[in-house]
């Protein structure tokens, strides 16, 4: 099993595209903080990023992209700029898909969300920086060029189905960008992402994900990575912030959670196919993770469910 592929799939990652900004001479426009991973890519022309986590602008190119993983204002614009204008207003004035502010079309830019439908979020962003910025021509990042590339085909020639392809590639594009930041900014990821750069605990952390309902000890996991048991608690502690087991007993109640929202398992399944002995286990377990009991948490989404 992958991890990050099963923390995506549990996160029920979706993206959604937004109409692409067309720009020219002097302009500057104003965002209020998005909901969910936004992300911006420069298909023509050069302008800057303002994000409010960052005190330097960020300068982007041709073939460059970024994503925000927090809600944060930010700007984009010309160097120099123009006046702000609000994000709402241009994009309520698009047209065929493509927003307009400025004079002229020197800069083109196409972008989106990513949203999780799922709670446990936190798995995923906590552990990026609040701004990736991936430039054009770094290394490994020809297939995020090209999904970038197939992206603003579909959506400037719209063949049948184009939406669902853009939308589709987009999380290609995401996973991508992902790897690439593990690669080559490691020192800049935390949590259980940073343990996927340490070939130890990845191998602890892949074993973890293939059989969560194992009774796994340290000893296991160690062997799993090669390594002593006392080597691999601490590459973990240090890596990933948890010990093996507490990272274990926290996967083991996100994927409870999903089958309270998923299913109609009994609370006694869901715990024996999650790694718990009993009912009485698991809501120990649920309600010192979550803050609930799992009967509390599936009664609260069914009524959200039903709204």
Known sequence: MDPLEDVLALLETRSQLSASLEAGGR?????????????????????VLEAESRPDPIFLAPGDCYLLTRPQRFVLR???????????????????????TGT???????????????????????????????????AH?????????????????????????????AVVMLIHVLRLHLASEPHMV????????????????????????RA??????????????????ARFKESVGQG?????THWR??????????SSETISSIAHSTGYGSESAISTAFKRVIGVSPSAYRKHHRMTDSV
Do not use: M
């Open 27 to 47: 302009w500057a426009v104003r965002f209020d903080g998005p909901a969910g991973v936004k992300f911006n890519a420069v298909r023509r022309g050069h302008c």
């Open 78 to 100: 010309s160097d120099p700029p123009g006046p702000e204008v609000d994000a709402g207003t241009v994009f309520r004035g698009a047209r065929n898909g493509v927003a307009h």
């Open 104 to 138: 002229g079309q020197d800069v083109l830019l196409i972008g989106g969300r990513f949203t999780f439908e799922a709670p446990g979020q936190e798995l995923l962003l906590d552990g990026l920086p609040p701004v990736i910025h991936v430039p054009a021509g770094t």
């Open 141 to 169: 990042a020809e297939t995020v060029e090209w999904a970038l590339t197939v992206i603003e085909h579909e959506l400037s020639k719209k063949p049948v189905a184009s939406t669902l392809v853009a939308e589709h590639l």
């Open 190 to 213: 935390s949590g259980w992402l940073a343990g996927l750069a340490d070939p130890a605990v990845a191998a602890a952390l892949t074993s973890l994900h293939a059989d969560p309902a």
């Open 216 to 233: 796994w000890t340290v000893a296991d996991l160690a062997h799993a990575g090669a390594v002593s048991r006392s080597t691999l608690a």
């Open 244 to 248: 093996p087991l507490e990272y274990l």
């Open 253 to 262: 109640i996100q994927l409870a959670a999903q089958k309270l929202r998923k």
